[in-house]
């Protein structure tokens, strides 16, 4: 199995970016897909997920109504849209499978992309 993110980049506060991740290896359909974060110095944080057939959607709440995670099954593609970026949100973004558990819990996931980095200057 293989999750590959991409899309990272140095923007500036105010900018949109938008984030991919690439599945191999696993029936994607099969999988719930999430998107995490992790800022320097910082845990690892749930940042938005979304389920197998993509009509469950959740958000953290210093996310919503900026960013927009969506699926393509048959692309077998997760994406997370970023808008209006703050200097706050520069991390390094993970995606990540599961079959189940809570959405929000790193734990419940079971494989892990390598990460794209995010840096937003002000």
């Known amino acids: 199995v293989q999750l590959q993110a991409f899309g990272g980049g140095l923007v500036q506060a105010g900018d949109s970016l938008t984030l991919s991740c690439a599945a191999s290896g696993l029936v994607f359909r099969d999988y719930d897909m999430g998107w995490f974060r992790q800022a320097p110095g910082k845990e690892r944080e749930f940042v938005a997920s979304?389920?197998?057939?993509?009509?469950?959607?959740h958000y953290e709440n210093f996310v919503k109504g900026r960013f927009t995670i969506s699926r393509d099954n048959a692309k077998k593609t997760v994406s997370l849209q970023m808008t209006s970026l703050t200097p706050e949100d520069t991390a390094v973004y993970y995606c990540?499978?599961?079959?189940?558990?809570?959405?929000?819990?790193?734990?419940?996931?079971?494989?892990w992309g390598q990460g794209t980095e995010v840096t937003v200057s002000s």
């Open positions: 979304i389920n197998w057939s993509g009509n469950i959607l």
């Open positions: 990540a499978s599961t079959k189940g558990g809570v959405y929000y819990n790193p734990t419940s996931y079971d494989y």
